[in-house]
């Protein structure tokens, strides 16, 4: 099956500092890799999609200049938390949509907990 | 915009019961249904799910069922154990395979 991997696993840092966030398909392009927010005892939010070649697109009420979203290659997407703040602290998560003709649903990657101190 | 309720946000079973979580959605055009066990701290796991064009899924002591009419999916757990204890997400998938949109989550737990 297809498998993200996501680093940092977590990472602390320190208030006004930029944190990034890595998410690489392992054995299969992804063109595509969602960004979920998780604060604890909530649900997964959908912040953005990131798109290979082409930007990204934000959901409502996501700022775009304070979470950067590359994605340079078929393999790799970044997400960037600029100017971090305690109330970024969160479980930052991606997800790359299934490929077409196979049964595999989407793939997570691991998760990154961000602590901003 | 796209909308994913989900209910109970806890439940409580005594082991052996059943437990039953309901979903209802609100894009017509969605086509694919997966529930998520989570654990703390880690990625959401796949147990099951299901496709627009199929009514029922069973796997072993999971189930899951759609209403596309009423827009509406349910996850049904028999003979639940303590070990099923955790958080469950509903999700629904909008614009074909694209956008994931995740119910609120309910935590479910067993006692033995």
């Known amino acids: 099956g297809a498998v993200v991997s996501q680093h940092p696993s977590w990472v602390i840092c320190k208030s006004g500092t930029s944190v990034k966030i890595e998410c690489r398909s392992l054995?299969?392009?992804?063109?595509?890799m969602f960004w979920y927010r998780q604060f604890p005892k909530q649900s997964l939010m959908l912040m953005a999609t990131?798109?290979?070649?082409?930007?990204?697109?934000?959901e409502q009420g996501v700022e775009k200049d304070k979470f950067l979203i590359n994605h340079a290659s078929l393999t790799l997407s970044t997400l960037t938390v600029t100017s971090a703040h305690p109330e970024d602290s969160s479980f930052y998560i991606c997800?790359?949509?299934?490929?077409?003709?196979?049964?595999?649903?989407?793939?997570f990657g691991s998760g990154t907990r961000l602590t901003v101190v | 915009g796209e909308n994913v309720e989900q209910h109970p946000s806890t439940l409580s079973v005594q082991e052996g019961d059943s437990a039953v979580i309901k979903c209802t959605y609100s894009?017509?055009?969605?086509?694919?249904f997966p529930w998520y066990k989570q654990e703390l701290g880690k990625r959401p796991q796949l147990i099951i799910d299901?496709?627009?064009?199929?009514g029922e899924k069973k796997d072993q002591r999971i189930a899951v069922t759609l209403n596309k009419t009423a827009k509406h999916f349910s996850l049904h757990i028999t003979e639940t154990q303590p070990e099923d204890s955790a958080v469950y997400f509903c999700?629904?998938?909008?614009?074909?395979?694209?956008?994931?949109?995740f119910g609120t989550g309910t935590r479910l737990l067993v006692s033995p």
């Open positions: 999700a629904a998938s909008y614009q074909g395979f694209q956008k994931l949109v």
């Open positions: 054995d299969f392009q992804a063109t595509t």
């Open positions: 299901i496709r627009s064009n199929v």
């Open positions: 997800s790359a949509p299934p490929e077409l003709r196979t049964n595999y649903g989407y793939t």
């Open positions: 894009d017509s055009a969605s086509n694919y």
């Open positions: 990131s798109n290979e070649g082409s930007k990204a697109t934000y």
